[in-house]
């Protein structure tokens, strides 16, 4: 069927285009070939051997293991709050974090904020401000809700404290909700970039999506300006230098690939489910 | 003991708490708090960051439209100047270009990617094979899940104007394409394309779905009284799907005004402000690199507003159309 063709070409299309390069990285200069005619993994060496790509992959870890920990734990605590319809000021405190999803605050106050707070330039900069989320407050509520009550009647005739009760019975429940938003929370945080251009710009501090980032940018930038468009000889061999060759680049855009493509195939079914509770459910 | 005598689930637990006298109020709150001390515990920290990063830079937009901000004197000491910044956005030739890029690329976005999704998933849900319908699945979503520096690098792969795959292609084929990385007139569509490969899979997700929910008798059915495929996808499947189309519709309208802020800042440059810079982009380089607070915050607390018209708009009109909105 032709669908099929259709539907099939998408998927070639990136494959092809990210395997081959990288690994014809030192074929000779005249343009890459589809398959190439040497392989060599000199470039792997040289990019893994940075300090910065390693850095990178740390941070980004760390960034993930720490936000969404915090995320979970902070959407969740107020998620089984306001799902008590019992609790005096629930209603209010609902209204509020409907609020925060209808009024996103500009990005200058925002920025402003995030300064005064002295979180700029920090790595708590990039788990604090998201850690509460009212998508995931919404969702966790809304699972907390869907309980049966029963479970938590016949703990109390037990004689069970609250914190008993959530400890024991609510949270071993809890798996599925968990894994579908954390999974969701882990994968932004890996792959977001934007935070750390604007509030982050020590180098040191770099997730791996900005590493790439860099890295890629830095030649469109250089081509961009004035004076190269008109007379290339004026551009100074300084500033060649520093462009990243596109061996380079190509090596890095695998080195951040890997990590997706090896957690995917595990966890795909998890991602799937998780996006369907949120949206079929609202 | 209270404990035994279980009120829980019945709202009847405030009114049971005495409230005899003025003092009997306080009384009361704390009788409440210690009842409740975990539950609102548990929402406390949910409590702060909210009013920390989303009330306080809210309520700290309005001053900042108003006034001259002096990032040394801070707000208090700043001077009020009145409509000076918003006079300064409506006239600033800028904003007419920014605000142009963006309802043309969000329009773009809106018309080209609604669809893609509707067609694979629909193509997808025929697919005789259940085996290749999962491999075709984990396949065209798995782009979602890349950073856009990977999409970009991809990108890079392919036209960058020295060893590019496909400008090496046509240089072969005797053309001489030209810098496509820096093209105005191909910027925008580059964008689009990359947008759509990278999100189809994953819109097709809700799709497959609501597609999964119409029954197959009704295909049989169909297929008994001779209907071809192409009668099966307009008489069966679409309006199938019409809600969940017609609600994702609704809701995309809300969101015209944010172009994709993450993907235009990858793939712009100087040579592009012209067709790509969008209101977000504006608004970083002109507020937070040039430091022209008051300007930028203007321009994002209009794009709040008309945002907030929008998504109130699109959820009225997702109710009426669609049976259901997002609250």
New interface residues.
């Given amino acids: ?1 032709i ?2 063709a ?3 070409l ?2 070639c ?2 494959v092809v ?2 395997s ?2 990288p690994y014809a990285a030192l074929s000779l ?1 005249g ?2 070939a ?1 398959i190439p005619k040497h392989v060599s993994l000199e470039a792997y060496r040289t990019v893994l051997a940075s300090g910065e790509i390693v850095n990178g992959f740390l941070v980004s870890v760390l960034r993930v293991l720490v936000g969404t920990s915090l995320h979970l734990a ?2 969740s ?2 998620g ?3 799902s ?5 000021g629930s209603g209010l ?1 609902i209204k ?5 999803f ?13 300064r005064s ?1 002295g979180l700029l330039n920090t790595f708590w900069a990039y788990v ?2 998201s ?2 989320g009212a998508w995931s ?1 919404f969702v966790f509520r809304q699972f907390f809700m869907e309980l049966p ?1 029963d479970l ?2 016949a703990a ?2 037990d ?1 069970a404290t ?2 008993d009760i ?1 400890v024991r019975v609510i949270l071993p429940l809890s798996g599925p909700v968990y894994a579908a938003l954390g999974l969701f929370n882990a ?1 932004g945080h ?5 935070t750390a ?2 509030y982050v710009p020590n180098p040191d501090l770099q997730p791996i ?2 590493v ?2 860099k890295v ?2 830095q ?3 250089v ?3 004035p004076d190269l ?1 008109l007379d290339p000889s004026k551009l100074s061999i300084s500033a060649w230098e520093q462009i990243p060759s ?1 061996g380079i ?2 090596t ?2 695998v080195v ?2 890997i990590p ?1 493509l090896l957690v ?2 595990v966890l ?1 079914k998890h ?2 489910k998780g ?2 509770t949120g ?2 459910k ?1 | 003991m209270l404990k035994n005598r279980s009120v829980v689930g019945k709202s009847s637990t405030i009114a049971s708490v005495p409230l005899c006298k003025q003092q009997g109020t306080t009384h009361a709150i704390g009788v409440i708090l210690q009842k409740y001390w975990l539950l609102y515990a548990l929402f406390a920290p949910t409590l702060a960051l909210i009013i920390v990063f989303n009330f306080l830079p809210n309520l700290m937009t309005v001053p900042l439209v108003f006034k001259k901000y002096y990032l040394l004197r801070g707000i208090w000491d700043s001077p009020w100047v009145g409509l000076a910044n918003l006079e300064a956005l409506f006239t600033s030739p800028d904003f007419g270009i920014v605000l142009r890029n963006t309802i043309v690329i969000s329009v773009y976005r809106l018309v080209f990617g609604f669809f893609p999704p509707i067609i694979l998933a629909i193509l997808t849900h025929d697919l005789l094979s259940h085996r290749i319908k999962r491999i075709t699945q984990s396949v065209t979503y798995l782009p979602h899940f890349l950073s856009w520096p990977i999409v970009y690098g991809i990108v890079l792969a392919l036209i960058n104007p020295a060893n590019g795959v496909i400008i090496t292609f046509l240089r072969n084929m005797g053309f001489t394409p030209e810098n496509l990385l820096v093209s105005e007139t191909f910027f925008r569509p580059l964008l689009i394309i990359t947008a759509i490969w990278k999100e189809v899979g994953w819109g097709a997700i809700i799709y497959l779905a609501a597609l999964a929910g119409i029954e197959p008798e009704l295909y049989e059915a169909a297929t008994v009284d001779g209907a071809e495929w192409y009668h099966r996808i307009f008489y069966i499947t679409l309006p199938g799907i019409k809600p969940v189309v017609t609600l994702l519709l609704t809701l995309s309208l809300a969101g015209i005004l944010s172009a994709g802020f993450e993907q235009v800042y990858l793939f712009y440059s100087p040579l592009t402000y012209s067709v790509g810079d969008i209101i977000d982009t504006w608004v970083y380089r002109r507020g937070l690199l040039s430091a022209d607070f008051g300007l930028a915050t203007a321009v994002g607390f209009f794009k709040s507003v008309i945002g907030f018209l929008l998504i109130i708009t699109a959820n009225k009109l997702a109710k009426r159309y669609a049976g259901q909105g997002i609250w």
């Fill in positions: 069927m669908s099929v259709l539907v099939c998408l998927p299309l990136y285009s990210i081959i390069t200069e343009g890459y589809l902070v959407c605590a107020a089984y709050a306001l008590k319809r019992y609790l005096p405190f509020l974090v409907l609020f925060t209808l009024f996103v605050p500009g990005l200058i106050p925002y920025y402003l904020v995030v707070a604090i401000p850690a509460a407050i009550p938590e009647e109390r005739l004689g609250e914190l959530l994968v890996w792959n977001d970039y934007m251009v604007i999506a900005n790439l980032q890629l940018t030649q469109s930038r081509m961009a300006s468009q596109l680049q190509m890095v855009v951040s690939l997706i995917y195939p795909q991602f799937v996006m369907l949206a079929i609202g």
